[in-house]
């Protein structure tokens, strides 16, 4: 399908890059009004906003959040789930999807059809005729494709067809599928191709991770794809994972800049582009400082998004804390999700909510309320340690700023509304105060500079969040 005449995007443009510039909140001191869903806000931005119906969908407070939240899910059809045996298959779990997006209005994304890293059968594996590959593999498609057609808007029909960082190795950075060693590279065209004949009328995507900062993966993908549009495959867009700071990666945190020149770069394409498994690991302990820079991480993806019309949606991969494959597949508790294990909404859900709130225009019906964000980021500075460089203790004036700023902040967490902004000016004094002492320390050489530099800029991003926490 041929993405819409970039003139279509003008208007949208336009309100995007007016509704990005509108960060004020509701001022303090004004009753707030009620919150609006992440649903209403993308709906009013022209963006989908989804969450996969994978760990914990047979919830009833998953199933609720669901309707509540969200314009759409992703419906999985592992191949170990829905073909277990050859030509025997099992639709239980995504006809339970599907109907419970069809019962609450959701769009509907299709993953994966073709996936030769987890979830892949033994007997498929097995197999090593070509012949016999290529046709269960069209089988596959078009029963899948076929039931559910006229229903699921788009697919991932390939899946991380790369190798896991990129690198060429001898199959020019695809991964040695069985798909690929039997096939050969052509198969993801063909698997394009049929899954296209079974529905027309589908978006088909190629979805990949590790992909959404530049690099040689970026790199790989983005050779790959070109390939795929010039061999004229029935391909509409791109989906990149959004695992950010996973366990098996946890260096591997995209820039918003980054994201977003990457989204620009594939859309540039004609494609469209999705973010479609975001989660946002954090190592222990989850702290309030960690939870609300995660929650910042949120509203960049979502910023990322929204600055480039061809950003089509985003889908966090789950919805709580309590059940996550972060959690069941890599036994890993790095609470990745906008919601906690008590259902109730994170700083990464309100990052989401801000980002949408912005890009709606700031709509006077609803409100976001993150003044315990911006103030437990003001809190970063308490919980930052001491520089290698420095030794085991700050010197007693330093230390003693830091932490009278630090009591400060946690007494505006606590309190009402004037009095939080009158401990918050406070508090960004104690650490201009603070900056001041790092900068005397190091003139006389009290402090090194692989000490006093990281001091400097933990007390100063302190202080302007305090700053900026009074709002």
Wanted: proline content about 8%; glycine content about 10%; some cysteine.
């Amino acid at each position: 399908m041929t993405p819409a005449p970039p003139a279509l995007y003008v208007p949208l443009v336009l309100a995007r890059l007016t509704a990005l510039a509108l960060l004020a909140l509701v001022p303090s001191g004004h009753a707030a009004p009620a919150p609006c869903s992440l649903g209403d806000l993308a709906a009013r931005a022209g963006v989908e906003i989804g969450a996969a119906f994978v760990e914990g969908s047979d919830q009833p407070a998953f199933r609720a959040l669901l309707g509540q939240e969200f314009g759409s899910t992703t419906m999985g059809v592992y191949w170990s789930a829905v073909q277990p045996q050859p030509g025997v298959f099992n639709f239980a779990s995504s006809d339970t999807a599907m109907a419970e997006a069809t019962a609450r209005g959701l769009r509907v994304r299709g993953h994966p059809l073709v996936w030769g890293r987890l979830a892949l059968p033994a007997w498929v594996n097995a197999i090593t005729d070509p012949a016999v590959m290529r046709t269960v593999m069209h089988t596959h498609i078009e029963t899948l494709v076929g039931r559910y057609a006229g229903r699921v808007a788009q697919w991932d029909v390939v899946n991380e067809p790369l190798t896991f960082f990129g690198t060429p190795g001898t199959t020019d950075g695809l991964e040695p599928y069985v798909f690929q060693r039997l096939l050969g590279p052509g198969y993801i065209e063909e698997a394009l191709r049929v899954a296209h004949a079974a529905d027309p009328q589908a978006k088909l995507f190629v979805n990949e991770l590790l992909a959404f900062a530049p690099g040689p993966k970026q790199e790989r993908f983005f050779r790959l794809v070109q390939d795929l549009l010039a061999a004229g495959a029935p391909l509409h867009g791109v989906g990149f994972q959004g695992h950010i700071t996973p366990p098996y990666a946890p260096a591997y945190r995209p820039t918003r800049a980054e994201m977003e020149a990457t989204i620009a770069r594939f859309a540039a394409l004609g494609l469209a582009v999705e973010i479609t498994e975001l989660d946002v690991s954090l190592p222990a302990p989850h702290t309030p400082c960690a939870l609300a820079r995660q929650g910042e991480t949120y509203r960049d993806v979502m910023a990322a998004c929204l600055a480039v019309p061809a950003c089509t949606g985003v889908t966090v991969w789950g919805m709580g804390d309590g059940f996550s494959w972060i959690r069941s597949v890599l036994n890993y508790d790095g609470a990745p999700l906008p919601f906690d294990a008590a259902w109730q909404p994170k700083p990464a859900y309100r990052g989401l909510a801000r980002a949408l709130f912005a890009a709606a225009g700031a709509p006077a019906d609803c409100s976001v309320a993150d003044r315990g964000d911006r103030i437990d980021l003001a809190g970063c500075v308490c919980e930052t340690p001491v520089p290698a460089g420095c030794g085991t203790a700050l010197p007693v004036q330093l230390a003693g700023n830091v932490a009278k700023a630090c009591g400060l902040i946690a007494d505006a967490r606590a309190g009402g509304d004037p009095a939080a902004r009158r401990q918050l000016t406070r508090a960004a004094s104690q650490l201009g105060r603070a900056g001041r002492t790092v900068r005397k320390l190091a003139r006389k050489r009290f402090l090194e500079p692989s000490c006093a530099e990281p001091l400097a800029a933990t007390v100063a991003e302190g202080r302007a969040r305090a700053r900026a926490a009074r709002r």
